[in-house]
């Protein structure tokens, strides 16, 4: 085993300094900058997008009862909203008048229905809003016919916000639940999958390529008279994981810095915003590195082997795409589970090894799943990556020797168990 750390310093020093790696370690320190700065930033760019002014053309149908003076109310609550009349005009001149002055558009009431004419249908924004805008004064116009007051109305659309609060199976009372609480860990929780899901397709795809190769080029066969075949491959999965490790580094400690100046105001002074920034937790940030590490190890050790199973680099993907599968499977599962962490599904899941990584991550960022179910998670976890590594060893001790035609599936059990 003397021959280990030179390896890992090998693989590490020949693929630091490679563009993707840099790249990627650049977009996750972005990515935990950013995430501390996503509500105001989310909030302030939903609302770029809401239109200041709406100037708006209205032509009704004769003969109906008119929504325009309740349209004209909801103009003079509504900043930047105009409404005009299109009386005395058919429809072809007030749409040539929406044309020659630049307006929002032309709304056509005929009766219930109700048709905005506009020279771009796709700003679902303002779509939305002149939908908003018609449906109050509908409201109104529906209150006058009923004989409704002001107060019937605003107690008949009145929400109710329905609080959630969590209950022990003994029935002992819980924390209330914060709904946007809840949706900043979704987010959260979204960002963090997706980056346990690349490291696991990069760092994977970069071991058994490597491993292919070396073999390709036929320095295995000079680099196994020196070393023995399990050095080699723990070597590179060491080695391929320390870039990994340290991006984690790099990350966790973007995180420790961001939840820092978050809890002491700092980031609110740079941002210049006196709304209160999210900061990630730390015990977040914790499991994503428990299961970021053991994702890694578990999936790295089987890419190993698979790369020792071909004679060129161009088969790899052929060989991996079984284990892309899986990594995807793992994925979409976690990003299920975020209807319902505690589902059967988000549980099998949460417990299968190759996908526990990221759904059992996944559930306790959003879920409070038993405490028996994640130590049984992180044990079964664990245990499979140290199976993983010996099936994986007694395979790559004979595959990195052999050469032309792929090994089929029956030859593979065959070197197992020799």
Same mark, same amino acid.
């Given at each position: 085993?003397?021959?280990?750390?030179?390896?890992?310093?090998?693989?590490?020093?020949?693929?630091?300094?490679?563009?993707?790696?840099?790249?990627?370690?650049?977009?996750?320190?972005?990515?935990?900058?950013?995430?501390?700065? *996503?509500?105001?930033?989310?909030?302030?760019?939903?609302?770029?997008?809401?239109?200041?002014?709406?100037?708006?053309?209205?032509?009704?149908?004769?003969?109906?009862?008119?929504?325009?003076?309740?349209?004209?109310?909801?103009?003079?609550?509504?900043?930047?909203?105009?409404?005009?009349?299109?009386?005395?005009?058919?429809?072809?001149?007030?749409?040539?008048?929406?044309?020659?002055?630049?307006?929002?558009?032309?709304? *056509?009431?005929?009766?219930?229905?109700?048709?905005?004419?506009?020279?771009?249908?796709?700003?679902?924004?303002?779509?939305?809003?002149?939908?908003?805008?018609?449906?109050?004064?509908?409201?109104?116009?529906?209150?006058?016919?009923?004989?409704?007051?002001?107060?019937?109305?605003?107690?008949?659309?009145?929400?109710?916000? *329905?609080?959630?609060?969590?209950?022990?199976?003994?029935?002992?009372?819980?924390?209330?639940?914060?709904?946007?609480?809840?949706?900043?860990?979704?987010?959260?929780?979204?960002?963090?999958?997706?980056?346990?899901?690349?490291?696991?397709?990069?760092?994977?795809?970069?071991?058994?390529?490597?491993?292919?190769?070396?073999?390709?080029?036929?320095?295995?066969?000079?680099?196994?008279?020196?070393?023995?075949?399990?050095?080699?491959?723990?070597?590179?999965?060491?080695?391929?994981?320390?870039?990994?490790?340290?991006?984690?580094?790099?990350?966790?400690?973007?995180?420790?810095?961001?939840?820092?100046?978050?809890?002491?105001?700092?980031?609110?002074?740079?941002?210049?915003?006196?709304?209160?920034?999210?900061?990630?937790?730390?015990?977040?940030?914790?499991?994503?590195?428990?299961?970021?590490?053991?994702?890694?190890?578990?999936?790295?050790?089987?890419?190993?082997?698979?790369?020792?199973?071909?004679?060129?680099?161009?088969?790899?993907?052929?060989?991996?795409?079984?284990?892309?599968?899986?990594?995807?499977?793992?994925?979409?599962?976690?990003?299920?589970?975020?209807?319902?962490?505690?589902?059967?599904?988000?549980?099998?899941?949460?417990?299968?090894?190759?996908?526990?990584?990221?759904?059992?991550?996944?559930?306790?960022?959003?879920?409070?799943?038993?405490?028996?179910?994640?130590?049984?998670?992180?044990?079964?976890?664990?245990?499979?990556?140290?199976?993983?590594?010996?099936?994986?060893?007694?395979?790559?001790?004979?595959?990195?020797?052999?050469?032309?035609?792929?090994?089929?599936?029956?030859?593979?059990?065959?070197?197992?168990?020799?």
């Amino acid at each position: 085993m003397s021959m280990i750390p030179v390896l890992v310093k090998r693989e590490f020093t020949s693929r630091a300094k490679g563009t993707s790696y840099i790249i990627t370690t650049v977009l996750g320190v972005l990515v935990f900058v950013g995430l501390s700065f *996503l509500p105001p930033i989310v909030e302030r760019f939903s609302a770029s997008f809401v239109p200041d002014s709406i100037d708006l053309l209205v032509w009704e149908h004769p003969g109906e009862n008119s929504i325009l003076p309740y349209l004209e109310q909801v103009s003079q609550e509504r900043e930047g909203l105009t409404i005009r009349s299109a009386s005395g005009m058919d429809e072809q001149e007030a749409y040539r008048l929406v044309l020659d002055q630049g307006l929002s558009g032309l709304l *056509l009431v005929d009766g219930p229905l109700y048709t905005l004419v506009t020279t771009d249908g796709t700003n679902m924004m303002l779509n939305g809003e002149i939908e908003s805008i018609v449906n109050r004064a509908v409201n109104r116009f529906n209150a006058v016919r009923l004989g409704l007051s002001a107060e019937d109305m605003a107690s008949l659309f009145n929400r109710v916000e *329905l609080k959630v609060r969590e209950v022990t199976p003994l029935g002992e009372d819980g924390e209330e639940l914060d709904s946007t609480a809840q949706s900043q860990a979704m987010v959260l929780t979204y960002f963090l999958l997706f980056m346990i899901y690349m490291a696991l397709v990069m760092y994977g795809n970069m071991v058994a390529t490597g491993v292919a190769e070396e073999k390709s080029s036929r320095i295995m066969e000079v680099m196994v008279s020196t070393v023995t075949p399990l050095e080699l491959m723990l070597g590179k999965i060491i080695g391929v994981g320390s870039l990994g490790l340290l991006q984690f580094v790099i990350w966790v400690g973007t995180g420790f810095l961001m939840n820092t100046m978050g809890n002491t105001g700092v980031l609110n002074t740079l941002f210049g915003s006196s709304e209160i920034l999210s900061t990630i937790p730390l015990d977040i940030v914790l499991w994503f590195g428990l299961f970021f590490v053991a994702g890694y190890f578990f999936y790295a050790s089987i890419f190993a082997a698979a790369g020792a199973l071909v004679s060129r680099v161009e088969e790899v993907s052929q060989v991996v795409s079984i284990l892309m599968m899986m990594i995807m499977v793992g994925f979409f599962g976690a990003y299920t589970s975020f209807l319902n962490p505690n589902s059967a599904f988000a549980v099998v899941t949460s417990l299968v090894p190759f996908t526990s990584p990221m759904v059992m991550f996944s559930r306790i960022v959003l879920g409070n799943p038993p405490v028996a179910q994640i130590v049984v998670s992180v044990l079964v976890l664990f245990l499979s990556v140290l199976v993983g590594a010996w099936v994986s060893a007694k395979i790559y001790r004979i595959g990195i020797l052999m050469y032309g035609k792929r090994p089929s599936l029956r030859q593979v059990v065959q070197l197992v168990k020799g």
